[in-house]
């Protein structure tokens, strides 16, 4: 059983186009992240969530939102894409609160903007 | 803001040549994490430590969190081929509300 899945791996869209990225966890763990990875593969969070609270780097767009339907997952929506927004995206999980101890991370969604 | 960089960007050592890698944060950090990423991969946690000055080891890899909790180093001891990936220190800032990775260190082996 695969701890952190994302689905779809690849998605290839045009610009304009609004998509999501779907994230789901079986290890119970109480917050959920998504990251950026560009191709200098830096990493950057753009969220983190629990059940009480919502963390979004300030640097993120707004057209990039995080929705929750329950504990076990936290989908990543993204409105009117962007050339610029073509990078793998990762999807992690732990147990405590944000930040404070390891991270399960998903696969990554490889996104690319046409 | 916030930065967390890592020297160096790349590394290209013969196998069986240490490594280190150095990490340096722009304030204090909570606790110092390390991921290892292979090609084509994804994150996976390594270590973490949390003490000013605390020294860690697994097998041919020793971490060190500085004592000012603002750097550490990760360093490997013998490359093997298997090691190859890039390395990212992480943590999050002193009031824990962000989290913050480093820039990474792509390692090569060369066999």
């Known amino acids: 059983d695969t701890a952190v899945s994302q689905t779809p791996k690849y998605l290839v869209t045009q610009m304009g186009n609004d998509k999501s990225i779907k994230c789901e966890q079986n290890?119970?763990?109480?917050?959920m992240y998504w990251y950026k990875q560009d191709s200098k593969k830096f990493l950057k969070i753009m969220f983190s969530?629990?059940?009480?609270?919502?963390?979004i780097n300030e640097t993120v767009p707004n057209r990039f939102s995080p929705k929750s339907p329950d504990k076990a997952h936290l989908n990543l929506h993204i409105n009117s894409l962007e050339l610029g927004d073509s990078a793998v995206y990762f999807c992690?999980?732990?147990?405590?609160?944000?930040?404070?101890?390891?991270?399960?991370f998903g696969p990554g969604t490889r996104l690319t903007v046409l | 803001g916030q930065q967390v960089m890592q020297i160096p960007q790349y590394q290209h050592v013969q196998e069986g040549e240490d490594f280190t890698t150095y990490c340096n944060s722009s304030t204090t950090l909570s606790n110092i994490q390390w991921y290892k990423q292979r090609p084509g991969g994804h994150p996976v946690f390594l270590i973490q430590?949390?003490?000013?000055?605390e020294v860690k080891k697994q097998k041919r890899l020793t971490f060190q969190f500085g004592e000012a909790k603002k750097n550490s180093s990760l360093h490997i001891t013998a490359t093997q081929t298997t090691d190859v990936g890039t390395y990212f220190c992480?943590?999050?800032?002193?009031?824990?509300?962000?989290?913050?990775f480093g820039t990474g260190t792509s390692l090569t082996v060369i066999p």
């Open positions: 992690a999980t732990s147990k405590g609160a944000s930040g404070g101890i390891e991270q399960f």
């Open positions: 430590l949390v003490k000013s000055g």
């Open positions: 992480a943590g999050p800032s002193r009031g824990g509300n962000q989290f913050y």
């Open positions: 969530y629990n059940n009480k609270e919502l963390i």
């Open positions: 290890l119970g763990h109480d917050t």
